[in-house]
């Protein structure tokens, strides 16, 4: 099939090299032109910042983000725009499929009444999980709908060439709405074991213990573990557009809003511990943060509750820098080396590092993922 894919971020770039080496004919839309730049000749189709290179396409596919502004509303003017910028070039019968997350409603409210009645409409909400080596695009079932049988029948046929399990719902609200809902199960565990996290400290019981302990039942439970709190642009983003899109229809989301508030409140949590480990106070004290980015071995730090613990710190006067070989630089600052200070927190546990300059040092162990060797601290 002849295929273009707007938007070559992380979604759409991972599906670009799918659709390719199943024997699509794929072209990629980026408006970012560093990144047309940097994925130039590196992946197999070509991209490039031009819509006209959709024409003659028979299959579009639409990865671009879909953010919160900063009332934490859902933003869909990068899927509006690109849909603007599409309608020329999307001819009639042409399935058009939307993989970026959004609230039940968009492809049929949304998407659809820019691009017109004359194209088919799919629903695909991507589930690819960073980082992830065991389950990427090909072994992760995927959810299709499409808004009328032929629209339906056309993305099985494309999602099927590179997907061994495709799971056809019976609306593309459906499919929305499981992504949604999907990430939304996460949040919500994440908040109870990081509000568990802070019982138990005060009961003086051990909470990773605890929770090994319940994960022995066998049935009707599923172990989470405290952290930071949760970063990246999935989790602390989707269940805010399934609250909203709640609310919209006249029902309080309480749940996911409590469990927002909860996993906000951890790195301000956190610091306030750590004061209590430097003697009440972290004004005026030394503190490496290990690991910004919002999970192991990945070099996001979007949302990343890391930087939210630094300015926590920072704000009650410790001096902080942050040391992280996989995000490198951020904010125009670069990673500093690690070396002796006053205390060390491991926020995120990057593959390979060595914590050797801290052996002398304090140090607490907030990061989710492999053994550092300190004891975890949550
Ligand atoms: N990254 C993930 O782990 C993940 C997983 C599942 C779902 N999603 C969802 O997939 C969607 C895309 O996420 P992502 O991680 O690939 O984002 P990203 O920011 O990595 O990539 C999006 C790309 O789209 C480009 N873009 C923006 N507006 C455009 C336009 N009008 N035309 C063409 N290109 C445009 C941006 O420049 C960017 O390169 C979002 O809805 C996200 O929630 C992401």
Same mark, same amino acid.
């Given at each position: 099939?002849?295929?273009?894919?707007?938007?070559?971020?992380?979604?759409?770039?991972?599906?670009?090299?799918?659709?390719?080496?199943?024997?699509?004919?794929?072209?990629?839309?980026?408006?970012?032109?560093?990144?047309?730049?940097?994925?130039?000749?590196?992946?197999?189709?070509?991209?490039?910042?031009?819509?006209?290179?959709?024409?003659?396409?028979?299959?579009? !596919?639409?990865?671009?983000?879909?953010?919160?502004?900063?009332?934490?509303?859902?933003?869909?003017?990068?899927?509006?725009?690109?849909?603007?910028?599409?309608?020329?070039?999307?001819?009639?019968?042409?399935?058009?499929?939307?993989?970026?997350?959004?609230?039940?409603?968009?492809?049929?409210?949304?998407?659809?009444?820019?691009?017109?009645?004359?194209?088919?409409?799919?629903?695909?909400?991507?589930?690819?999980?960073?980082?992830?080596?065991?389950?990427?695009?090909?072994?992760?079932?995927?959810?299709?709908?499409?808004?009328?049988?032929?629209?339906?029948?056309?993305?099985?046929?494309?999602?099927?060439?590179?997907?061994?399990?495709?799971?056809?719902?019976?609306?593309?609200?459906?499919?929305?709405?499981?992504?949604?809902?999907?990430?939304?199960?996460?949040?919500?565990?994440?908040?109870?074991?990081?509000?568990?996290?802070?019982?138990?400290?005060?009961?003086?019981?051990?909470?990773?213990?605890?929770?090994?302990?319940?994960?022995?039942?066998?049935?009707?439970?599923?172990?989470?573990?405290?952290?930071?709190?949760?970063?990246?642009?999935?989790?602390?983003?989707?269940?805010?557009?399934?609250?909203?899109?709640?609310?919209?229809?006249?029902?309080?989301?309480?749940?996911?809003?409590?469990?927002?508030?909860?996993?906000?409140?951890?790195?301000?949590?956190?610091?306030?511990?750590?004061?209590?480990?430097?003697?009440?106070?972290?004004?005026?004290?030394?503190?490496?943060?290990?690991?910004?980015?919002?999970?192991?071995?990945?070099?996001?730090?979007?949302?990343?509750?890391?930087?939210?613990?630094?300015?926590?710190?920072?704000?009650?006067?410790?001096?902080?820098?942050?040391?992280?070989?996989?995000?490198?630089?951020?904010?125009?600052?670069?990673?500093?080396?690690?070396?002796?200070?006053?205390?060390?927190?491991?926020?995120?546990?990057?593959?390979?590092?060595?914590?050797?300059?801290?052996?002398?040092?304090? !140090?607490?162990?907030?990061?989710?993922?492999?053994?550092?060797?300190?004891?975890?601290?949550?």
């Amino acid at each position: 099939m002849r295929v273009a894919i707007i938007g070559q971020g992380y979604v759409g770039k991972a599906l670009g090299i799918a659709a390719h080496k199943a024997g699509h004919s794929v072209v990629g839309v980026e408006i970012d032109e560093s990144r047309v730049a940097e994925l130039s000749g590196a992946i197999g189709y070509s991209v490039s910042s031009d819509f006209s290179s959709v024409a003659g396409s028979e299959v579009v !596919v639409i990865a671009v983000p879909t953010p919160l502004d900063d009332k934490r509303v859902p933003d869909l003017s990068y899927v509006e725009s690109a849909c603007e910028s599409l309608k020329s070039f999307v001819g009639a019968g042409v399935l058009v499929v939307n993989e970026s997350t959004s609230f039940p409603g968009t492809l049929r409210n949304v998407i659809a009444p820019i691009l017109g009645s004359e194209s088919l409409y799919a629903s695909a909400p991507e589930r690819i999980d960073p980082a992830n080596e065991k389950w990427g695009i090909e072994n992760t079932p995927r959810l299709i709908a499409g808004m009328s049988p032929e629209a339906t029948a056309k993305a099985l046929e494309f999602y099927r060439s590179f997907c061994n399990e495709v799971h056809e719902v019976s609306s593309p609200e459906v499919a929305e709405a499981a992504k949604l809902f999907e990430n939304t199960f996460r949040q919500v565990n994440i908040a109870l074991v990081n509000e568990f996290a802070q019982i138990a400290n005060v009961l003086g019981i051990s909470t990773h213990e605890t929770l090994a302990a319940a994960a022995t039942k066998p049935y009707g439970f599923m172990p989470f573990v405290p952290s930071v709190g949760v970063g990246g642009h999935c989790i602390p983003v989707d269940p805010s557009y399934l609250s909203y899109a709640a609310e919209q229809a006249g029902v309080e989301a309480s749940f996911i809003n409590l469990a927002n508030k909860v996993n906000v409140s951890m790195p301000g949590y956190i610091a306030a511990r750590i004061a209590d480990v430097l003697g009440g106070s972290v004004a005026g004290k030394r503190i490496q943060v290990a690991g910004i980015a919002y999970k192991a071995d990945v070099s996001d730090t979007r949302e990343s509750p890391a930087l939210a613990l630094i300015s926590a710190l920072k704000g009650l006067g410790a001096s902080v820098s942050w040391h992280d070989p996989v995000v490198g630089a951020w904010n125009g600052e670069r990673s500093s080396d690690l070396e002796a200070v006053d205390l060390g927190v491991i926020a995120t546990a990057h593959s390979g590092v060595d914590y050797g300059a801290w052996r002398d040092c304090k !140090v607490i162990d907030v990061s989710t993922g492999v053994n550092t060797g300190w004891p975890k601290f949550l």
